[in-house]
């Protein structure tokens, strides 16, 4: 193993999965300019090591359902002004833009070769902002949202657990038109329920 410089990287890893984030530990210890101060299996966990130990960098990994990515950023930034580098499986266009409108600076699936990591997390220390271009471009070239307003406020009220009554009170709508809604939404997206549809429409970025 490596020796880590003196003006060594400090990072913070936080992930969900023990033996991904220790074998990550692993690989950035190998390198000689970069030294893991502090491992979390919780967003919350990062806060305080990022208050202790004022780190560099702040590497997430973190799946859903464990936590949405986005909102584990923005609670970690909250403890200090520290970059974030996401490694995640998700390429949803909706799921980079809430990452980036959370202050992640990289985005990076977790597909990416071991030795071009390292490249990206020196870069985002020096101040770059890294986007896969795979990622990106999907963003920019994904078809826009076949979803009316109607069918999108249904689907919100879904995903955040609401019954279909419940649904109808709170936009004063019958049961039956926010029924409606719902199967035209499940059909234009080809869900079989209208919770898959509401994770759909998350995903994409329309809700």
């Known amino acids: 193993m490596s020796r880590a410089c003196a003006s060594a990287i400090r990072v913070v890893l936080t992930g969900d999965e023990p033996l991904c984030r220790g074998a990550l530990a692993a690989l950035l210890e190998r390198e000689a300019d970069f030294r893991v101060v502090a491992q979390t299996d919780d967003c919350l966990d990062a806060v305080g090591a990022v208050t202790e130990q004022r780190p560099d960098l702040v590497v997430l990994d973190l799946e859903p359902p464990a936590r949405d990515a986005a909102e584990a950023a923005r609670t970690i930034r909250r ?50 902002r890294y986007v896969d271009p795979q990622v990106a471009a999907l963003a ?39 029924r409606n809604y719902l199967s035209s939404a499940m059909h234009k997206l080809n869900a079989r329920t209208r919770f898959e549809a509401a994770e759909l429409a998350w995903e994409e970025g329309w809700l």
């Open 79 to 128: 403890a200090g002004d520290v970059p974030i580098v996401l490694l995640t499986r998700c390429t949803r266009p909706g799921a980079l833009r809430r990452a980036l409108a959370a202050g992640v600076h990289g985005y990076v699936p977790k597909s990416t070769d071991a030795s071009k990591l390292a490249g990206i997390l020196r870069g985002v220390h020096s101040g770059e």
């Open 140 to 178: 920019l070239t994904r078809p826009g949202c076949p979803l009316t307003a109607r069918e999108l406020d249904v689907l919100l009220h879904t995903r955040r657990g609401n019954a279909v009554t419940a649904i109808a009170q709170s936009i004063s709508l019958s049961p039956g038109t926010v």
